[in-house]
């Protein structure tokens, strides 16, 4: 109820406009016409860690607002004719909440339907579309800026199911896992909704620590997904990935990163070296030495953020013996020396 009511307070607060921004209308319009799988762009958002676009569909209209925006406004469209939305994907991970009614879309080829209280986590790469005006609902969408990943990921407020997705979908590459349904375990608690009610606040106000709150925020929507709903996952995904397999090799190879091996991982796991490369390039994209040397990465990349040593002692602690190379990988994945990183991210 306190989300609803926020929601109808930011919407009727804000001035109807035509949407001539272009950068924002290809965010909040449903249709662009002549175009085909149209990529979403991420918004300027002056360092915070999320903006979010709201949809309240009726029968044959859609009213939009975005928030952050350096001008903020709701729009109205008629949709008229309009059933759906042309197939698009995002460069930017998104987050959708279905505050009330129930919303439907096409994803991979497949209709999904979102019931009140569910959410959606979709990756870049993930073409889909949205069914439009077939009933009542009123959705949040959460764009995702990448910097927050790395405060999900030291801040452990994540399950693995949900890590595994996000550094595959980080990682840019095509795979099985590239939409998450989750689903409350309890319907009537309304925890989501407050934290929903309030990060909505926050991103319209954009006051005094904001960033800060808003981080916060996510990462709390994050812990709660993680332990109060249930992940859905089709029948077919589960057949052609053993998730719980793949996360015991990936927890295995993330405990020993210096000097794991596929010798190694065969002797522990009792299947053929060649079977680990299959197994971790169909969940990822990637050979068992791409996956390993992403993770001594991250792992280099933690340690810059928190760990005082010197440079070169957290290159070897990270398991890197040539100090140019890992140079060339640190700086070819986050666009930066080690020692700027550091400048930048430690504390």
């Known amino acids: 109820m306190k989300l609803e009511k926020g929601i109808e307070a930011l919407?009727?607060?804000?001035?109807?406009?035509?949407?001539?921004?272009?950068?924002?209308?290809?965010?909040?319009?449903?249709?662009?016409?002549?175009?085909?799988?149209?990529?979403?762009?991420?918004?300027?958002?002056?360092?915070?860690?999320?903006?979010?676009?709201?949809?309240?569909?009726?029968?044959?209209?859609?009213?939009?607002?975005?928030?952050?925006?350096?001008?903020?406004?709701?729009?109205?469209?008629?949709?008229?004719k309009l059933k759906k939305t042309q197939r698009h994907t995002h460069n930017y991970i998104e987050l959708?909440?279905?505050?009330?009614?129930?919303?439907?879309?096409?994803?991979?080829?497949?209709?999904?339907?979102?019931?009140e209280g569910e959410l959606c986590l979709v990756d870049k790469n993930s073409l889909h579309q949205d069914y439009l005006g077939e009933e009542a609902a009123t959705v949040v969408f959460l764009g995702i800026s990448p910097a927050l990943f790395e405060k999900l990921e030291v801040s452990k407020a994540v399950g693995v199911k949900i890590l595994t997705f996000l550094r595959s979908a980080l990682l840019n590459q095509k795979n099985i896992y590239q939409y998450l349904h989750f689903k409350p375990m309890n319907k009537e608690?309304?925890?989501?909704?407050?934290l929903m009610a309030d990060l909505l606040g926050e991103l319209a106000s954009r006051r005094t620590g904001c960033v800060e709150i808003c981080t916060g925020l996510m990462l709390r929507v994050f812990d709660y997904l993680s332990t109060d709903y249930e992940l859905?996952?089709?029948?077919?995904?589960?057949?052609?990935?053993?998730?719980?397999?793949?996360?015991?090799?990936?927890?295995?190879?993330?405990?020993?990163?210096?000097?794991?091996?596929l010798g190694e991982l065969s002797r522990v796991f009792h299947f053929q070296e060649?079977?680990?490369?299959?197994?971790?390039?169909?969940?990822?994209?990637l050979t068992y030495s791409a996956y390993l040397q992403s993770i001594r990465l991250e792992m280099a990349r933690?340690?810059?953020?928190?760990?005082?040593?010197?440079?070169?002692?957290?290159?070897?602690?990270?398991?890197?013996?040539?100090?140019?190379?890992?140079?060339?990988?640190?700086?070819?994945?986050?666009?930066?020396?080690?020692?700027?990183?550091?400048?930048?991210?430690?504390?």
């Open 96 to 115: 959708a909440y279905v505050v009330s009614g129930r919303f439907r879309q096409r994803i991979l080829d497949k209709d999904v339907v979102f019931s």
């Open 232 to 261: 859905s996952v089709s029948k077919e995904l589960r057949k052609t990935v053993n998730w719980m397999r793949f996360e015991s090799v990936s927890d295995y190879m993330r405990a020993h990163y210096k000097e794991v091996t």
């Open 189 to 194: 608690d309304g925890k989501m909704a407050a």
């Open 11 to 80: 919407m009727t607060g804000l001035p109807l406009e035509k949407t001539d921004q272009e950068r924002l209308r290809r965010l909040m319009c449903p249709e662009l016409p002549g175009m085909e799988d149209e990529i979403k762009p991420y918004p300027k958002t002056e360092g915070l860690p999320a903006f979010a676009l709201i949809w309240r569909l009726e029968q044959g209209r859609l009213e939009a607002a975005i928030f952050p925006a350096k001008t903020a406004y709701r729009c109205v469209f008629e949709l008229e």
């Open 302 to 347: 933690e340690l810059l953020i928190a760990d005082p040593r010197g440079i070169d002692e957290i290159i070897r602690e990270a398991g890197y013996h040539n100090k140019g190379y890992f140079y060339r990988l640190f700086k070819e994945k986050y666009g930066m020396t080690p020692k700027k990183y550091r400048e930048q991210y430690g504390k």
């Open 274 to 285: 060649d079977y680990f490369n299959r197994l971790i390039r169909n969940k990822t994209g």
